[in-house]
């Protein structure tokens, strides 16, 4: 069985469960992820949509710029705005990318990679053991298989 996560919004409006582990996590970098979370960096957990159970009230999806010229959708808490999931403008709605601090365990959640690192704060030391990119990265090259078929299944919808 697969192991689930549990999270939710800062007032308890919103509850989510991700029925899955995540299909891969990014730390990145970027400048509009240092923006959007106030944070040097986001921890980014991408799921298949359907693999992710909302108890409460129903998110608000609000259309935002990104680094990407078609934006991306942030999924907010009505009550407390704090984001729940984005969708990628390049995966489309059937791919939640869920920022791991939401997550009631995200400790033990570890990024698989990092990207960006051009832009992250000098500060920040990198690992040694996980694939870092200056900036995005091939996902032809980088995704494993299992990654592939899971995106690609969910992308078939």
């Not at 800062?10 to 509850?15: I, K, Q, S």
């Not at 509009?32 to 992710?52: K, S, Y």
Request: net charge negative; proline share 6%.
């Amino acid at each position: 069985m697969a192991r689930t996560f549990e999270g939710g919004c800062l007032c308890g409006a919103v509850r989510l469960c991700l029925e899955d582990e995540p299909i891969i996590t990014h730390a990145c970098h970027c400048r509009f992820c240092q923006r959007v979370t106030g944070a040097p960096f986001a921890v980014n957990a991408m799921i298949e949509l359907d693999r992710i159970t909302l108890t409460g009230q129903d998110p608000e999806a609000v259309h935002t710029p990104s680094a990407l010229p078609a934006g991306q959708k942030l999924h907010r808490c009505r009550t407390c705005r704090a984001m729940l999931w984005s969708n990628h403008s390049l995966l489309g709605d059937r791919i939640a990318i869920v920022p791991v601090g939401i997550l009631d365990e995200a400790q033990v959640i570890v990024p698989d990679i990092h990207c960006f690192t051009a832009t992250r704060h000098p500060w920040v030391v990198l690992p040694d053991d996980r694939p870092c990119f200056a900036g995005d990265y091939d996902s032809e090259l980088v995704w494993s298989d299992r990654v592939k078929a899971r995106i690609g299944a969910a992308l078939a919808g």
